[in-house]
């Protein structure tokens, strides 16, 4: 069983920052991967990155050269630190590990940019 508690979210005017924080707790031996997605109000919830335990990142092309996926082993903390945020970057982010296909979510971290 996998723990996770996202943190960091807040308000923020388009432009600026904000790093989300994703701790972990309980059967991290078995993570094969680590991700963020949202999902705004009316839309499904959708990729935003992803990080292997071999280190492999994905993001999605919305996010591109803005956000950035990381993870402190010594904390079994997953990071994603967000720049140039826009007003459709709002939604719920939501922290995800893959225990060999036995998906595990956290409760999610509301993220809102203002124009």
């Known amino acids: 069983q996998v723990r996770l508690v996202e943190s960091g979210g807040g308000l923020v005017q388009a432009g600026g920052s904000l790093r989300l924080s994703c701790a972990a707790s309980?059967?991290?031996?078995?993570?094969?991967?680590m991700g963020w997605y949202r999902q705004a109000p009316g839309k499904q919830r959708e990729l935003v990155a992803t990080l292997t335990r071999g280190g492999t990142t994905n993001y999605a092309d919305s996010v591109k050269g803005r956000f950035t996926i990381s993870v402190d082993n010594a904390r079994n903390t997953v990071y994603l630190q967000m720049i140039s945020l826009k007003p459709e970057d709002t939604a719920v982010y939501y922290c995800n590990a893959d225990l060999s296909g036995l998906i595990y979510w956290g409760r999610g971290t509301q993220v809102t940019v203002s124009s």
């Open positions: 309980g059967g991290m031996f078995s993570i094969n991967a």
